[in-house]
């Protein structure tokens, strides 16, 4: 079956970085559109990167220079680089894999809290 699972978060102070990883397996990892999402208490869930299966990247306006998205293919594993973390980074963290229409998963989420 899908599974998409994070790991990597937790506790870290501001200014501070943190990596996340999420591993994939139950469908076509390297043909897949891989993603990270946010959703902090109170807000809609929003795109924070993403990197397509040639590895071209996009990247939320707010974290660009701060956070970088990349893939191992031979792993199945996306990956998420958080440095110079500010306390409105908090949330949880969703890792996401899309093709096409034809599927759209998500991970459980991660929680990343971020103390000033």
């Known amino acids: 079956q899908v599974q998409l699972v994070e790991s990597g978060g937790g506790l870290v102070q501001a200014g501070g970085s943190l990596r996340l990883s999420c591993s994939a397996s139950?469908?076509?990892?390297?043909?897949?559109?891989m993603g990270w999402y946010r959703q902090a208490p109170g807000k809609q869930r929003e795109l924070v990167a993403t990197?397509?299966?040639?590895?071209?990247?996009n990247a939320a306006d707010s974290v660009k220079g701060r956070f970088t998205i990349s893939r191992d293919n031979a792993k199945n594993t996306v990956y998420l680089q958080m440095s110079s973390l500010k306390p409105e980074d908090t949330a949880v963290y969703y890792c996401?894999?899309?093709?096409?229409?034809?599927?759209?998963?998500w991970g459980q989420g991660t929680q990343v809290t971020v103390s000033s």
């Open positions: 990197i397509g299966s040639a590895g071209g990247t």
């Open positions: 139950g469908f076509i990892f390297g043909i897949s559109t």
């Open positions: 996401n894999a899309k093709y096409s229409s034809i599927w759209n998963y």
